[in-house]
Each structure stands twice: as C-alpha cells, then as structure tokens.
C-alpha cells in the first residue's frame, strides 16, 4: 500500500524506446499525413498547400472512392460477423473434455498463422479457378462450375472466404474466456432447469461478452484495412468488384504517387473506422456485461 | 458445455470436429500434395495423394527463373524477421517493466496513449512514415522493420508484457531490493526466468506478422536482390507461365513452413501465453 505516491523515475528509463517510437513513428507521422491530405504532394517536390481540395474531389468526382466505400463495407459486414460467430461455436464445441481436443484446437489455430501470407493468396487463386479443385469438386456432386474469381458477384465473397478460414485467434480468445466461466453457474442453470438454449444466452454469451466487444472491435479495424489477398487473388478485379479500401490508398499512393490524395483518402477510412469502432463502444453499454470473472 | 457426454454426443461432436478439422486444413493438404504432383494431375483430379510423386518441383522452384533463387528469398526474409523479432521481444521487456513496476508523473497518460495506439489504423501514418524513411535513405533495407521494432512500435506486445508482469509477484522484486540488486538486475535474474510463456508467444506472433508481412515489403523493398518470399514468390506466380504451377505450389510450401514450425516448436509456451496474458485486466 502507498501512502504517498513515491515517484521512481527509472521507470522513465525503461519506457524511454516507446517514448521516442511514439513521438518519431506515431505523432509526428499522423500530423504530417493530415497535413499532407490538404496538400498537392508528388513525392518528389514539396507539398503544395491545396485547402479542401482533395477532400472535395474525393466526395463529388471521384467515382471509384464510393465503388471502394461499397466493396470495403460489404466486406466488412460478412467478414467479420462470419468469422466471429464461427470462432465464438467452434469455441464453445472445443470447450468440452473429450480426448483429442488440443490437436482440433492446434488444427483449426493454423489457418491463423498462415494469415495474410502471399502463400495462402497464391493457393486460394489455384483452389477457385475456374478449372480449380472447388469447381472439380462441385462438378462431382453435379453442381455447374462457377467462375469463383472471375464473376464480380462471388468473388468478394471468394476472398471474404480467406479471412473467415481465419478465425483460429478469436477462437483462442473465446476459449480462454469460457475456461473462465464458473462451473457453478452453469450448474445453477441447470437445475433451474434451464435448456441448452437458454444457458447458451443467459450466461455463455453475457459472460463472453467483453471478448466479442474486444474481437469485433480489432477484426473490424483490421478488415477495413485489408490488403494482401484482394491485392493477389483478384488485384482488385473484377469490375473492382473486390477493390478494398487498402488497395484504392495504395494504388494512389505508391502508383501514382499522389501522396496528398492518398492521405486524405487514409484520413476520411480513419473517421469511418472511429465512427465505427464508437459506435460499437456506445452499443455496448447496453450487451457487455462485466461481471467479476474478468 | 461441461455436461457428462452421453456416448451418442460424444460421436456426434468427434464426427462434427473432423470434418471441420478437414474442410479448415483441406486447402494446405491440397497444397502439399500438389507440391508433388505433375502439372497435369493438378487440376485433372481431386484426389490429395499424388499418383507418382515427384520432387522435381521443388528443385526447379528452388532455382528460380530469374537471377535470384528461392534460397535468396528465403534468406532475405529471415534476414529481414530475425532481427526485427528479436529487438520486439527486447523492447516489449523493458518497456512493460517499465509500466508495471515503476511510478513516475504521467504514467497513466502514457499508457492510456499506449493503449490507443493500438487501435491506431497502420494506413493512416504508412505514407509520412515512408516519407521519412526515404528522407533518411532506408529505402530498399530492413530497417523500417528494424528500428520500430528497436523502438517498441507494437503496443499490442507492449501491453502483453505489461499485463504479464503485473501477474508477477511483488514480493520477487522486494526480496532482490533487500539484497541490494539494481532494478536491471531484479529484471534479468528474478523475473526474466518467468516471463519464457509471454516472450515466446511475443516471438511467435511477432515472427509470424513480419515473416507473412506483405504490405510494407512491397513499399519498402524493391531490389529483387532483396526480396524477402513474400515478394518473390509474387513475382514467380507474375512471370511463371501456366505450366509451372506445382513449382509454385512448391515454393508456397516451403515459405509457409517456417512459421508452422516455429508454432509447433512454441505451442506449449505460446497458448499458456495467450491464456495468461490476453485478455485479462
């Protein structure tokens, strides 16, 4: 217990990288690319002061900034729902002592680590191409082939695909938060007589609550950023049916070195993100329940 | 649920858990076969197992087509992870001792900025950092993966430490102040032995998001000399023609290999980890 808070100041020692990393490659970047999105900046030259300009530009005439707006949200709301839901059932099916259960944990993790690997784009393109072994297999049921990559209606739920066959870390979170849950609840449920239904949404869901907030929370900010596998699989194609945000912020800034529309553009998919993510903090008040377990 | 198993449940959850275990792992199990197969049996079969398997996809994809090899890449990318890794795992130490076991003005502050820098989106500073990467002439090296790992630039390792080291007994530093040992000294002899779980789970996620990292390679690095796989192996599907599949499907393999068996090697240290350390406050 402190009386009087006694101030060490070695600890200033300890956390004195972090300082300098914050100041150097956080702050000081965020500033200059606000500063940069009302800028005319080329890369090579100097930024040119421009006012709204490139906002302006972005909201009335550009027309591939609203189709990415569309693409990216569309992404957003089946990725990440998807992939949740599919680690919060898997988790509680992994949550039971029957033999064997570490290895289907170690399984269903891999996909995980593989992530957004240029290995994985590579394998999903050879999967779903036309003459790929989805359609091979489909053609054995006696199912028409479908033009997975191809068609602008499926193939952003193609690539959506490789991010819901993620879910393997949200899993693992889940699974640490039901070890959490006393025994003794559910066996109060249970006498009570409440069914399997009934014990899954009064206190499976309610006492994991803070996990879902957490995973929805950074799978949304991290889908809406990303990259890798609409960039490989599809290069944003067809018709942009799968141009993601981080692809029209890259095609801008480092192909055609519009470094100042780039940053404006980063900044408006900032605000969308917060807007998002506290909008999301603001539900919550009313489905997390923090109970004492956590 | 934790209910005894009637033994038909047992098998329906066993009969659920494998096929889901074999649609989730089908894809790499397609991918190591196709690593062996003839281009032919690729896409003319759906059997897993090749007929006859060959090894001459690896040896040709190893080669390359060009004038740098897989080797190159390979050796790029560890060239590139290791350092990077091994400077997280360092600054993620200190910098959580640091905000667990020191008082000093403004802490709070500090770490509640900490705290939202994870939510920071990379997209929005990954133009002026460029800018100033390039001002200081680090194009085309590692070190803008480097020197943020120097710079304990990942606050979500940051925070994992942090919180691992508040699970630590206080008592371990109060009994090596009485022995008269520096707060260094406290760090490398009494608490460092305990953290193994949370700096190997560090390791591991920190090695697997650089080594599976493509984003910032394809801005930063643009020598096919030193192009880590990620890069090289996007180049080899771009030039490769639509014969060369099994040699892809090849390379893909060996570059995802690394990372798997760190996990392997890691698993028991890197789940007690997580568990540990993720997600309690």
Redesign the interface.
Same mark, same amino acid.
């Given at each position: 217990m402190h009386i009087r808070k006694r101030y060490n100041y070695t600890g200033y020692l300890y956390i004195l990288p972090w300082i300098i990393g914050f100041l150097l490659l956080q702050l000081v970047p965020l500033i200059n690319s606000f500063w940069y999105s009302f800028t005319n900046f080329q890369l090579l030259g100097d930024p040119k002061f421009l006012g709204l300009e490139n906002y302006k530009k972005i909201f009335t005439a550009d027309p591939t900034f609203l189709q990415s707006l569309k693409v990216t949200s569309y992404y957003v709301l089946i990725a990440v729902p998807l992939k949740i839901s599919f680690a919060l059932v898997i988790a509680i099916i992994l949550n039971q002592n029957i033999k064997g259960i570490n290895l289907f944990r170690t399984l269903y993790y891999i996909p995980s680590i593989l992530g957004g690997s240029v290995a994985i784009s590579v394998l999903w393109k050879y999967l779903f191409m036309n003459q790929g072994v989805v359609n091979n297999l489909i053609g054995q049921v006696g199912f028409k082939a479908v033009d997975w990559l191809g068609d602008p209606r499926y193939a952003l739920g193609t690539i959506s695909l490789v991010t819901v066959w993620q879910f393997g870390s949200s899993m693992l979170l889940f699974l640490a938060g039901l070890k959490q849950i006393p025994v003794s609840q559910y066996e109060a449920a249970r006498i009570d007589g409440a069914g399997r239904m009934r014990i899954f949404w009064q206190i499976t869901i309610p006492e994991l609550s803070p996990i879902i907030l957490f995973n929805l929370i950074m799978q949304m900010i991290n889908a809406f950023q990303d990259f890798t596998s609409a960039f490989v699989i599809t290069q944003g194609g067809p018709l942009k049916s799968t141009y993601l945000y981080g692809l029209m912020l890259y095609d801008q800034g480092f192909k055609f070195f519009k470094m100042g529309y780039s940053s404006a553009l980063s900044w408006i998919l900032f605000a969308i993100i917060l807007f998002f993510t506290s909008l999301t903090f603001r539900s919550s008040e009313s489905w997390v329940h923090y109970g004492d377990s956590l | 649920?934790?209910?005894r198993?009637t033994p038909t449940a047992?098998i329906l959850?066993?009969f659920?858990?494998i096929v889901?275990?074999y649609i989730?792992?089908y894809?790499?199990l397609?991918?190591i076969g196709?690593a062996f197969k003839s281009n032919e049996e690729?896409?003319g079969?759906?059997g897993l197992l090749p007929k006859n398997p060959m090894f001459g996809a690896f040896s040709a994809g190893w080669k390359g087509t060009g004038q740098y090899g897989f080797s190159t890449f390979l050796y790029n990318t560890f060239l590139m992870v290791i350092p990077t890794v091994v400077f997280t795992a360092i600054?993620a130490t200190?910098?959580g001792?640091?905000?667990a076991?020191?008082?000093?003005?403004f802490?709070k502050t &500090?770490f509640t900025?900490?705290l939202s820098?994870m939510?920071?989106?990379?997209? !929005?500073? =990954?133009?002026? %950092?460029?800018?100033?990467f390039r001002n200081l002439g680090w194009l085309d090296s590692y070190l803008p993966f480097i020197?943020?790992a120097?710079?304990?630039?990942f606050?979500f390792f940051?925070f994992m430490m942090v919180q691992f080291f508040r699970g630590l007994p206080l008592e371990l530093d109060e009994s090596g102040k009485l022995d008269g040992c520096n707060?260094f000294i406290i760090l490398k002899d009494l608490l460092l032995p305990l953290c193994k779980s949370a700096i190997f789970s560090v390791i591991v996620f920190q090695f697997?998001?650089t080594?599976?990292d493509? &984003?910032n390679v394809?801005?930063y690095i643009s020598s096919v000399a030193k192009y880590p !796989?990620? =890069?090289g192996? %996007?180049m080899t599907?771009d030039i490769s023609t639509e014969f060369d599949?099994n040699q892809?499907?090849a390379m893909?393999?060996i570059?995802?290999a690394p990372?798997?068996v760190l996990?392997?090697a890691a698993?028991k240290y890197f789940?007690e980890g997580?568990?540990t350390t993720?997600?309690?406050?």
């Open positions: - | 649920m934790i209910k198993k047992k959850s066993y659920f858990l889901l275990a989730m792992t894809p790499l397609w991918m196709a690729i896409f079969t759906i600054s200190l910098i001792y640091g905000f076991r020191f008082e000093f003005p802490k &500090l900025i900490m820098t939510m920071l989106p990379a997209t !929005v500073i =990954l133009i002026p %950092r460029y800018i100033f020197v943020p120097i710079l304990g630039c606050p940051n707060s697997v998001w080594w599976n493509f &984003l394809l801005i !796989v990620a =890069l192996l %996007r599907m599949w892809i499907m893909s393999l570059s995802i990372p798997i996990f392997f698993q789940v997580i568990a993720g997600m309690k406050n």
